[in-house]
């Protein structure tokens, strides 16, 4: 009895499909939550009808209405409407989670095709005429950064450490890692900083002078990999792949390119197939 009195007196969580969709929302990136709201509100307008009275049918038919895409963006979006619904009814906001019971589409894994060959990557960095730029590329590379973590960083990340340094990266889902880098990398990350950056300057600045944006980072990797020859639709994260694969070809174990790379589960590393103390997987590679 006295569960079910607690339970009453429990305030609502939302108050509306908008209030439920802003508490979803709250805390993720910028850039996922542009993404998950348009999913969001693509859902709601095809279904039109509020969440509390949303049936599996509805899901179903959002699913086919994604069939016109590439299997991997159905599935994101997918992926985007099933989390909504099951934040839904985490709050209590819906009696049922009715997207728990409609499968996401079968994605083919492309991971091998997005890999860029070790002598690729160098002279992709090599060929860069912008020190700056070359600089974003290395560390993309050497310390396998997603282009938000590289952009956020400022000059306090960076401490040295016996004759290199370290980087503090504040990655995805809140969780802080500490990269070891190698002298060269450290070296020229040192060569980009100008006399009067404090330690809270961006460690990779516009030509406006504030922080670089990702999307303009995306951009820099484009250009650089058409400038070497690369075919494809090149983005930074394929920085990233090249990071894992390359490390763990080279004899990195494992677990200390999950903990490098910040990746949740050893399952996710082990897609491109404990570490010694103050050792990262950068300190593998050559560069």
Not at 63 to 71: T, V
Not at 194 to 207: C, E, I, M, T, Y
Request: include cysteine; proline fraction near 5%.
């Amino acid at each position: 009895m006295s569960e079910i009195i607690a339970a009453a007196t429990v305030p609502a969580q939302a108050e509306s499909d908008e209030h439920l969709i802003s508490l979803w929302l709250d805390g993720r990136s910028r850039h996922t939550r542009r993404a998950y709201e348009t999913d969001a509100r693509a859902f709601l307008a095809l279904t039109a009808r509020p969440l509390r009275f949303t049936t599996v049918g509805d899901v179903q038919v959002y699913r086919a209405s994604l069939a016109a895409l590439a299997p991997a963006s159905q599935a994101r979006k997918l992926s985007a409407v099933k989390s909504l619904l099951a934040y839904a009814r985490r709050l209590g906001y819906v009696a049922f989670d009715v997207g728990s019971v409609v499968n996401l589409p079968t994605v083919k894994n492309t991971l091998a095709e997005r890999i860029i060959p070790e002598a690729s990557v160098h002279r992709l960095i090599a060929l860069e005429p912008s020190q700056r730029n070359r600089t974003l590329l290395l560390l993309l590379y050497a310390a396998g950064l997603r282009i938000s973590e590289a952009c956020a960083l400022r000059w306090r990340d960076l401490q040295a450490r016996d004759d290199a340094g370290q980087l503090t990266v504040f990655g995805k889902g809140g969780k802080t890692r500490v990269i070891p880098l190698p002298q060269s990398v450290w070296g020229e990350l040192q060569a980009v900083r100008l006399k009067d950056d404090g330690d809270d300057a961006p460690v990779f600045r516009s030509h406006k002078g504030g922080a670089l944006d990702p999307s303009q980072g995306h951009r820099i990797v484009a250009a650089a990999a058409k400038r070497a020859g690369i075919k494809g639709s090149v983005s930074a994260h394929w920085l990233r792949h090249a990071h894992a694969s390359h490390a763990l070809d080279r004899g990195a174990p494992p677990h200390l390119v999950q903990s490098t790379l910040g990746h949740a589960s050893l399952s996710t590393t082990s897609r491109y197939l404990h570490a010694r103390p103050g050792d990262s997987s950068a300190r593998y590679l050559a560069v």
